[in-house]
């Protein structure tokens, strides 16, 4: 009976909305994908890039709405296709999944986009401002400060009790292990000239530039790191730029840390001690003669 039924339902057709529904999914990881390689490398405006993008993530929804209607379909009719419809959805799920966490995002945080440690005196973009979109190369004023502040209150600047020159090369490592593409890196000379990087990151998964524009200055009692990170496009961030600004600094500040703890505990070579002059003798005489012990008997 086994062998019979299943026979009989393999020569059943196969479900043509499951075989759309795969078909969409499958198309929509191809879409993000090329949409990927057109913003990473180039290829072409972004605005294009955005717009495969938003349609692939449309061919994915469209897949899971397809998926469940082939399900309702097999469920009256008896077809095949039900691999096919676990396929789609896994597919659709996971193109899904990173757009719908930003969506969370989006819906939490405030719509900003440039965050710095410093909103009175931010770190200026110099190179990068003729990279930058029209207008967006100044800070955005004092009611994106405030929006900052509620958001993130613990973005603040990281005071550090090196010399400037240290704190820069510090950042500068930290930056390095980044891999951040550096466009800026002016060491700080005293008194006058603060330290002064500018370099560029991407977002981890479409690879959008951010840029960053870093201060070293001295402070009361060693150096003060201030740090701006801006989005080169759009309005809202989804919370990237302040991640990474924390994650900088906390990293700049174990590096420190663990390096004044190293030349705290490396012992100090101790200076060897002088010679002992030999003992003066009457002028003219001969030195005196260690007495010579002679056995007895």
């Known amino acids: 009976m086994a062998r019979r039924f299943s026979a009989s339902y393999q020569s059943e057709p196969v479900s043509s909305l499951a075989s759309w529904a795969r078909n969409l999914a499958v198309f929509s990881v191809v879409a993000v994908l090329v949409s990927i390689l057109i913003v990473r490398f180039g290829f072409l405006e972004m605005k294009p890039a955005l717009a495969t993008f938003f349609g692939a993530l449309a061919c994915a929804g469209l897949s899971i709405l397809l998926s469940f209607a082939a399900f309702a379909a097999i469920w009256q009719n008896g077809s095949r296709g039900m691999s096919r419809i676990l396929l789609a959805l896994l597919i659709s799920a996971v193109v899904l999944a990173y757009p719908a966490y930003l969506a969370l995002q989006y819906r939490k945080?405030?719509?900003?986009?440039?965050?710095?440690?410093?909103?009175?005196?931010?770190?200026?973009?110099?190179?990068?401002?003729?990279?930058?979109?029209?207008?967006?190369?100044?800070?955005?004023?004092?009611?994106?400060?405030?929006?900052?502040?509620?958001?993130?209150?613990?973005?603040?600047?990281?005071?550090?009790?090196?010399?400037?020159?240290?704190a820069y090369d510090t950042a500068m490592a930290s930056i390095t292990r980044r891999k951040w593409r550096i466009v800026v890196d002016r060491p700080p000379l005293l008194p006058r000239r603060e330290g002064h990087i500018e370099a560029v990151a991407r977002t981890p998964i479409m690879g959008f530039p951010d840029d960053i524009s870093i201060r070293v200055r001295p402070g009361e009692d060693g150096a003060r790191i201030d740090m701006r990170s801006a989005s080169r496009y759009g309005r809202h961030d989804f919370g990237t730029n302040a991640t990474r600004i924390k994650a900088l600094l906390d990293d700049i500040d174990d590096r420190i840390s663990a390096a004044t703890e190293e030349k705290a505990e490396k012992p100090v070579a101790k200076p060897p001690k002088p010679a002992k002059p030999p003992l003066p003798t009457a002028k003219g005489a001969p030195p005196a003669k260690k007495p010579i012990d002679r056995p007895s008997g």
Request: no cysteine.
């Open 109 to 166: 945080l405030p719509p900003i986009y440039d965050i710095t440690t410093d909103p009175i005196d931010p770190p200026r973009f110099d190179v990068l401002a003729r990279l930058r979109p029209r207008g967006t190369s100044e800070y955005a004023g004092l009611y994106s400060a405030e929006l900052q502040r509620k958001a993130y209150p613990d973005v603040e600047p990281l005071n550090v009790s090196v010399s400037p020159k240290e």
